[in-house]
């Protein structure tokens, strides 16, 4: 069975411009999580989609970020525009269950450089 | 606001030796979790202890949960170069939580 999968492996892009990054979630698992991890700092939760809705974006650092899962499968998260501080190692990550001491299985990340 | 705190944030010691990670809170959690980190890939779960005082052991690797379930630690016996790596621990808050919070981590090096 096919992990989570993330795309691209890195990016680097200019102030001011849009970038998106995809996440394919484990096949079947219906919760998916993006989180965040800034140089220096831990990592952090943006947000956790149940299907295709968002039921939980309280994490999400700004209205420059909008993420979607249409259909319920792959999410992207979109930054636009970036800004210096977006830069970091941003995390999808999915599961099949929400209760108790369940495990969220997490993708490789994207690398995102503003510069 | 950081709610788990790891210590130390590096770690450097000579193969064979013991090894200690701490992960402390003021906050209780209803469960805490033990990653693992390689360079390029994403966390790895290594265990989830969820009873207060529960203690877990993998292999050469035995993890604690702090009776008021508030801190956690991982330790290691007779480290190999294989123990390589970046040390995370996270935690729910409640048990129909969905956010892990994470501590900063745990960078260990095992010299040959």
């Known amino acids: 069975e096919a992990g989570v999968t993330q795309f691209p492996s890195h990016s680097v892009i200019e102030k001011g411009q849009t970038v998106t990054l995809r996440c394919d979630p484990i096949s079947g698992h219906d919760n998916l999580y993006w989180y965040r991890r800034v140089m220096g700092k831990e990592i952090k939760f943006l947000l956790h989609?149940?299907?295709?809705?968002?039921?939980?974006e309280s994490g999400m650092p700004n209205n420059r970020f909008l993420a979607e899962r249409t259909g319920g499968t792959y999410s992207t998260l979109k930054v636009q525009p970036a800004e210096l501080e977006d830069s970091g190692v941003y995390f999808c990550?999915?599961?099949?269950?929400?209760?108790?001491?369940?495990?969220?299985?997490f993708g490789p990340g994207t690398r995102l450089t503003v510069t | 606001t950081q709610l788990l705190e790891q210590s130390p944030q590096f770690l450097s010691i000579q193969e064979g030796e013991n090894l200690t990670v701490y992960c402390n809170s003021s906050s209780v959690f209803s469960s805490l979790q033990w990653y693992r980190q390689e360079p390029g890939e994403g966390p790895v779960l290594l265990v989830t202890?969820?009873?207060?005082?529960e203690v877990k052991k993998l292999k050469r690797l035995t993890f604690q949960f702090g009776d008021a379930r508030k801190d956690s630690s991982l330790h290691i016996t007779a480290a190999q170069p294989g123990d390589t790596g970046l040390y995370l621990c996270a935690g729910f808050l409640r048990s129909n939580d969905y956010k892990l919070s994470f501590g900063a981590g745990t960078t260990v090096t095992v010299r040959a």
């Open positions: 990550a999915s599961s099949q269950v929400l209760q108790g001491a369940y495990e969220q299985y």
């Open positions: 989609f149940v299907k295709e809705s968002k039921q939980d």
């Open positions: 202890v969820v009873t207060g005082g």
